[in-house]
């Protein structure tokens, strides 16, 4: 894993799979550019006790990219992810955040070429989480996907604002998003504000949200084949991480980031 310390830096996306970590602790301004054709994987991870992060994302045309954000902050989280140039290319991307520190991220997309896609699968175990996350679709044959789990603790805050915006003239866009959020106390506080905005008949769009406690009879389910009752709760709480481990394509990296989640979920508990 490459190391990036300065307070800005570029990095030019490559086919086949590259990582990076960042070790700043201060504000780091990132920009992470791709060449027409590529199809690159990126992991970029970041530590310390706490951090400002400001990345910006540019693709040529027929892009196929993968990228996953993993924090490792231990402290306070500022995270700015910007999508405003990326061709009619599809880029996807997943955001991790199992620490306990306290993050608010912003994440913007503007969909300006025909044929665009963008999709965003956030994961996060809460104790002060906060999102706002906004596609905008500014042309024709668009498309935007926002997936969003969450799993809030005892005394957690957790927030997601997620809104898709369909400007007129793009037509035949299509912009979804889904929210889960799984709370393990009544004592905490969640909150998911969905918001469509349509300016434009021939679209497609849609939100979906569940939030609640752990499902009673599935626990019984799972107590009932011999688990306890600690260990059917770390399950149902993968059920909500592990949809981070499916932004690779390769096996062995899903399998690794599969172990990482479990790691985490059984030394928080």
């Known amino acids: 894993m490459k190391e990036i310390t300065a307070k800005k830096a570029q990095i030019d996306i490559t086919n086949g799979f590259s990582a990076y970590c960042i070790h700043n602790e201060e504000t780091t301004e990132l920009r992470l550019y791709a060449d027409k054709g590529t199809n690159g994987e990126l992991l970029i991870a970041y530590d310390g006790t706490q951090a400002d992060l400001h990345i910006d994302v540019e693709a040529q045309a027929d892009c196929e990219l993968r990228m996953l954000f993993w924090n490792r902050i231990t402290d306070k989280l500022s995270f700015h992810l910007t999508m405003n140039e990326i061709g009619n290319s599809t880029v996807h991307i997943a955001i991790a955040d199992l620490e306990e520190c306290a993050a608010d991220y912003h994440i913007t997309s503007t969909l300006s070429t025909s044929d665009a896609s963008v999709q965003v699968t956030t994961v996060c175990m809460a104790k002060h989480k906060h999102w706002l996350m906004k596609m905008n679709h500014h042309h024709e044959h668009t498309h935007s996907v926002m997936r969003n789990f969450a799993v809030v603790d005892e005394n957690g805050d957790y927030r997601m604002e997620a809104g898709g915006v369909i ?19 009544e ?49 149902m709480k993968l059920g909500y991480l592990f949809p981070i481990t499916e932004i690779f394509t390769d096996a062995e990296l899903q399998k690794q980031l599969r172990r990482q989640v479990e790691e985490k979920v059984m030394n928080h508990d």
């Open 167 to 185: 400007q007129k003239g793009a037509y035949e866009s299509s912009t979804h998003q889904q929210t889960r959020v799984l709370t393990m106390s």
């Open 187 to 235: 004592n905490q506080k969640s909150e998911v504000l969905p918001i469509l905005l349509i300016d434009e008949n021939e679209v497609k769009a849609s939100h979906a949200t569940t939030l609640g406690q752990p499902d009673a009879d599935q626990l019984y389910y799972l107590q009932s084949r011999g688990l306890t009752l600690k260990q059917a709760l770390g399950l």
